[in-house]
C-alpha cells in the first residue's frame, strides 16, 4: 500500500488549498477510513479530518466550517478542501489510510501568509 499526498503550497491568509492523497495498491471497499493530519513546527501531530468507510465525517475543532473531506472510490483519492485559510494552518499535512494497520503518506507542506 502506498499513499502519495499533493496539493500543498503558499497562500495568502483567507485563501483557499485542496489537498489531494492518492492511494495504491488495495481495494477501496477494503479500507476502513481515510484521515488528515498536521503537524506544525514544535507541535505534535493532530487529527484534521476523518472520514470512515460509511461516509461519516468528523473534524478538528478549529476547521470546522472551512475544510471538508471527501473521497472518490472510483479515483482511490481522499481530499481536503480548505478555505478561509489562516496562518495558524500552517503545517505538513499528512494522509493516512486506516486498514489492519496505520498506513502514511508523506506530507505536503500548506503555508498560510498573513
Known amino acids: 500500500v502506498q499513499l502519495q499526498a499533493s496539493g500543498g503550497g503558499l497562500v495568502q491568509a483567507g485563501g483557499s488549498l485542496r489537498l489531494s492523497c492518492e492511494y495504491y495498491?488495495?481495494?477501496?471497499?477494503?479500507?476502513?477510513?481515510l484521515s488528515w493530519y498536521r503537524q506544525a513546527p514544535g507541535k505534535q501531530r493532530e487529527l484534521v479530518a476523518r472520514?470512515?468507510?460509511?461516509?461519516?465525517?468528523n473534524y478538528l475543532d478549529s476547521v470546522k466550517g472551512r475544510f471538508t473531506i471527501s473521497r472518490d472510490n472510483t479515483r482511490n483519492t481522499v481530499d481536503l478542501q480548505m478555505n478561509n485559510l489562516k496562518p495558524e494552518d500552517t503545517a505538513i499535512y499528512y494522509c493516512?489510510?486506516?486498514?489492519?494497520?496505520?498506513?502514511w503518506g508523506q506530507g505536503t507542506l500548506v503555508t498560510v501568509s498573513s
Open positions: 493516512k489510510l486506516q486498514l489492519g494497520r496505520d498506513y
Open positions: 472520514i470512515s468507510r460509511y461516509g461519516s465525517t
Open positions: 495498491g488495495i481495494s477501496s471497499g477494503s479500507i476502513i477510513s
